[in-house]
């Protein structure tokens, strides 16, 4: 497993063409849906991402306030 870092261009840290083209950048959000439900909520820590083969997209190792620790997604809605 490797977890990236969000560069300030969206995309990872280091980036080569391969991750540019085919993963695209990473969101810029610090809301991540809950464990125990179906909201959002704001974390305390995001670790890092990671691109999900099996969904196609990014999700990331994060810490929300409650202490809970793990992966989960992004919210991606239009603001």
Known sequence: MSLYQRAEDGFPVGADSLLRSSYGPIPDTIEFQH???YHYE???KIEGW???VTFGRWRALV???DGWRGF???NL???
């Open 63 to 65: 810490t929300f306030a």
């Open 35 to 37: 464990h125990s439900g």
């Open 72 to 74: 989960t997604w992004p």
């Open 50 to 52: 990671e691109w999900s």
């Open 77 to 79: 809605s239009p603001r």
């Open 42 to 44: 704001n974390v305390v």
